[in-house]
């Protein structure tokens, strides 16, 4: 579902270190979902379309730019 450049941007993005692990998919949603304004307070329940969608429009550029530079050099 995520290649490694939108996984690297959504990190760069939120500022955290990328674990060790693979990331789940839920781990991935709720980052990305964070990166739309999702705050996941205990009572928040799941993020919703909007906050996934806005978070994945800035993932995607990141993604882009990670790209853009990795061909320029």
Do not use: C, H
Not at 2 to 9: C, K
Not at 18 to 33: E, H
Not at 46 to 57: C, D, H
Request: hydrophobic letters at 40%; zero cysteines; glycine letters at 10%.
């Amino acid at each position: 579902f995520f290649d490694a450049d939108e996984i690297r941007g959504a990190y760069v993005l939120a500022k955290k270190a990328r674990p060790k692990t693979p990331v789940t998919l839920n781990q991935m949603i709720r980052l990305v979902a964070s990166l739309g304004g999702f705050l996941g307070r205990k009572s928040d329940g799941e993020p919703g379309a909007k906050t996934i969608w806005i978070g994945m429009q800035r993932t995607m550029d990141a993604a882009l730019t990670i790209q853009a530079l990795r061909e320029e050099s």
